[in-house]
């Protein structure tokens, strides 16, 4: 037996040596590493083999997910190599090479990281190139070729470079090189960033359009001397004529690149400061170097000099007759004639009086003479106003007392007799004083409002009689609300009424009646329960009746006329009419309804003997009163 085990053993192992693995002869490693003696079918639960280890192709993102056939189609593991184009078709048909990981991960597909490929690839995705699609540039017959471009700009904007007119770069030679002007980081190719710097384009020379200097479109042999540009300007300038003043042709000497040629920077301190209204004609040298001096050198620099006829003509005030000295900056500033610094101060200039023109108080050109008082001057003024008419109102000619140099208004005239408040605070005189005669205005309401007092109908004042001082019930700030005292016939609860004709009917409020009856009659006459008429109830309504309303009344018919509502009767009738038999009559009422006994001639017999009895319902209440015997 012992030695059959040994053959066993030998043929087995014999076997082991001569057959043949389905996984090529380089995979050296134990079957058990990953197969079982259940079954050579993979068991990935018992499998012992770590491909991460194993093997320099780590299993990570998708490629952990997939079955080992999918990668390894034969059984023979070390065919397969490691790059991505060995499983994966080129879909870029090697555009972009062969090194998938370039662009992709394991993870997935989708490429997340475009702008730092293009950065290795030395053209950065800045500016108008961020925000524009991949086939806008790499086109071709397929959407996911790339071919390769080349980084420079004109790989791409040939087209561009050729069809530019402003200006026309082929014409003017310029560079293809389109980062010498354009920035790649522009969302566009203006503002251009040409490097200008053999001659700055600042101020007036900071012009978009090239071909405005650059006319015959040739930008390599334009000039940056001043003069070939602007020899035509030289030779027309008349202030001061440069050709015949003998100025240089350099017109930096003078100028700057502000536009309009000004201001120049010629330096006049040195002879003569441009100050105040001198530096506003700096530009206008012929103002004062005029023709007569012959040339710029002879010109005087003295106010007189210039000013002699300005001097000479002046009449407000005539410096000539009134003997003025010629050094005009003893009144006068550089800034302008006016205003003059002469000392006015005996008569303040200040507010209306605050006049630039002397004329317009020193009229007759006699400066001397004026006179300080207002009336000097506004007598005219005086004269003519009539609101309120001074003349005729007797007012004072110290124009001081009521006006200031402010102005005519407001005034300060103290009308503190009548106080212009509330309604009558009127800034126009005459709406009060009609007449023009403020001397006899009366501070009496009715002196200006007896039309309004006639003309009132709620209530109509005159036929009510009412005082013509409107004060006793109005104030300044309106007619209403007015302040009439109603306190007679007090205006509460049901007689609080806004409206006065709604019980001054008449429009005479005088002999209105404070009595209920002057205003209720018609209630009291068409009352049916009970009818007051009939029932010869008084007619002063506040016996039952209050000014809250006509219910609840107080009508005591207990107490009054008969116990109803206690006694032997409480509860013995429902309406009037059980015992007011006579309808709308409560005077009639009848005890004999009800009490009519067995017969008369038996009330008869037990009232024998009783003085003044007769079967009548009036005399049973003459003698039961009170219904309780």
């Not at 015992?579 to 017999?605: F, G, L, Q």
Request: glycine share 4%.
């Amino acid at each position: 037996m012992h030695r059959l085990s040994s053959i066993i053993v030998l043929l087995f192992a014999c076997f082991q040596m001569t057959a043949q693995s389905p996984h090529g002869k380089s995979l050296k490693i134990d079957c058990a590493q990953c197969h079982n003696p259940k079954s050579w079918k993979m068991d990935f639960e018992t499998l012992k083999f770590k491909h991460n280890n194993a093997t320099n192709f780590k299993l990570e993102g998708v490629h952990s997910e997939i079955n080992c056939k999918e990668c390894h189609t034969t059984l023979v593991f070390n065919e397969v190599n490691n790059d991505c184009v060995s499983c994966h078709t080129d879909v870029h048909s090697a555009s972009v090479g062969n090194d998938c990981a370039r662009c992709h991960t394991p993870k997935s597909w989708i490429v997340n990281n475009i702008s730092e490929l293009h950065e290795e690839n030395g053209f950065a995705l800045v500016g108008a190139h961020s925000n524009i699609d991949c086939v806008e540039c790499h086109k071709s017959e397929t959407n996911l070729r790339f071919d390769n471009l080349g980084n420079d700009c004109i790989n791409c904007h040939q087209k561009d470079f050729d069809a530019s007119t402003n200006p026309n770069h082929i014409s003017a030679e310029f560079s293809t090189n389109c980062t010498e002007c354009h920035s790649a980081f522009a969302t566009s190719w203006t503002p251009a960033e040409f490097n200008h710097e053999n001659f700055p384009l600042t101020l007036g020379h900071d012009i978009k359009v090239c071909k405005e200097c650059h006319i015959d479109n040739n930008f390599s042999d334009t000039s940056p001397e001043c003069v070939s540009c602007h020899q035509n300007d030289f030779n027309i300038s008349k202030n001061p004529s440069h050709i015949d003043a003998n100025f240089s042709t350099d017109c930096i000497t003078c100028h700057t690149t502000n536009p309009n040629w000004t201001p120049a920077n010629w330096n006049h301190n040195d002879i003569y400061p441009l100050n105040g209204a001198h530096a506003t004609i700096a530009e206008d040298c012929v103002s004062c170097h005029k023709a007569e001096y012959g040339n710029y050198s002879n010109t005087p620099n003295t106010c007189v000099g210039c000013h002699q006829e300005d001097f000479d003509t002046t009449t407000d005030p005539n410096h000539v007759t009134s003997s003025f000295p010629t050094d005009c900056t003893q009144c006068h500033s550089e800034d302008s004639w006016t205003p003059a610094t002469f000392e006015h101060d005996f008569f303040p200039l200040t507010l209306g009086h605050d006049i630039a023109d002397c004329a317009q108080c020193h009229t007759t050109g006699n400066y001397a003479d004026a006179s300080p008082e207002c009336v000097s001057c506004h007598q005219t003024n005086y004269n003519n106003t009539s609101n309120p008419n001074h003349t005729a109102s007797g007012f004072s000619t110290d124009c001081a007392s009521c006006h200031t140099t402010g102005g005519w208004v407001p005034s300060t005239f103290d009308h503190s007799f009548f106080p212009l408040t509330l309604g009558h605070d009127i800034a126009d005189c005459v709406q009060c004083h009609t007449t023009g005669n403020y001397a006899d205005a009366s501070p009496e309401c009715v002196s200006c409002h007896q039309t309004n007092y006639n003309n009132t109908s709620n209530p109509n004042h005159t036929a009510s009689g009412f005082s013509t001082d409107c004060a006793s019930c109005h104030t300044t700030g309106g007619w209403v609300p007015s302040t009439f005292d109603h306190s007679f016939f007090p205006l509460t609860l049901g007689h609080d009424i806004a409206d006065c004709a709604q019980c001054h009917t008449t429009g005479n409020y005088a002999d209105a009646s404070p009595e209920c009856v002057s205003c209720h009659q018609t209630d009291y006459n068409n009352t049916t329960d009970p009818n007051h008429s009939s029932a010869q109830f008084t007619t002063d309504c506040t016996v039952c009746h209050t000014t809250g309303g006509w219910t609840p009344s107080s009508f005591d018919h207990d107490g009054q006329y008969f116990p109803i509502y206690s006694g032997k009767h409480q509860g013995e009738w429902n309406q009037c009419i059980d015992c007011h038999t006579t309808a709308n009559n409560y005077s009639i009422y009848s005890c004999t309804t009800c009490h009519e006994h067995s017969n008369k001639s038996k009330v008869d017999s037990d009232h024998n003997g009783v003085s003044g009895y007769v079967y009548e319902s009036t005399a049973c209440f003459n003698c039961h009163p009170t219904g309780r015997d």
